[in-house]
């Protein structure tokens, strides 16, 4: 796992039907995508199938902030 600018190369996958925690890695992403928000639409086109329901179980949340968040 490559660290890549203010990023950690790390997300958390939490799955609340099986209450699973899950460390994935983001390098893959975070190399093609620049910031939270590009991050974010990314998971969201990679993650939510097709002609899914704003309340169907297959659907996601997707959190991100920016590498620079919190920064002095």
């Excluded at 990023?7 to 890695?25: A, F, S």
């Excluded at 620049?34 to 998971?43: F, K």
């Excluded at 309340?55 to 968040?69: Q, R, T």
């Amino acid at each position: 796992m490559r660290i890549s600018g203010g990023w950690t190369g790390r997300m958390l996958d939490l799955n609340l039907t099986t209450k699973e925690v899950t460390v994935v890695d983001s390098s893959y992403l975070t190399d093609r995508f620049v910031g939270g928000v590009g991050l974010g639409q990314a998971l969201i086109l990679e993650e939510i199938p097709v002609g899914c329901g704003a309340l169907d179980p297959e659907n996601v949340v997707v959190l991100s902030a920016g590498p620079l968040v919190g920064t002095a």
